[in-house]
């Protein structure tokens, strides 16, 4: 079993950067793909970024050059530095953890775990 714990949301300002965490514990997250996805009010759950265990990643369009996806071995944790963060980025950011390879499928959530969750919110 992996427990996933999400934290660093907070308010943003125009133009702002967050640091994002997701902390695990039970197993070795670098034995795994991290996805990172959001969830803005009403929509739907969406691919931001993933690091599989050779530290390979992959980005959503909308996160390129803005977004960077990271892991720390020592602390078992997987970060998503976000900058230039605009109005289209509040949402609620999950990270998600599976034993495959990275795969991404819109409208496809069956990884093996989630965290529950860190709320990014911008201010005007």
């Known amino acids: 079993q992996v427990q996933l714990v999400e934290y660093g949301g907070g308010l943003v300002q125009a133009g702002g950067s967050l640091r994002l965490s997701c902390a695990a514990s039970g197993r070795a997250l670098n034995t795994y793909t991290t996805y990172w996805f959001s969830q803005a009010p009403g929509e739907e759950r969406e691919f931001v970024a993933a690091?599989?265990?050779?530290?390979?990643?992959k980005y959503a369009d909308s996160a390129k050059g803005r977004f960077t996806i990271s892991r720390d071995n020592a602390r078992n944790t997987v970060y998503l530095q976000m900058s230039s963060l605009n109005p289209e980025d509040t949402a609620v950011y999950f990270c998600a953890a599976d034993r495959g390879p990275i795969v991404v499928v819109p409208g496809r959530y069956e990884y093996d775990y989630w965290g529950q969750g860190t709320q990014v919110t911008f201010s005007s």
């Open positions: 690091i599989n265990w050779s530290d390979g990643t």
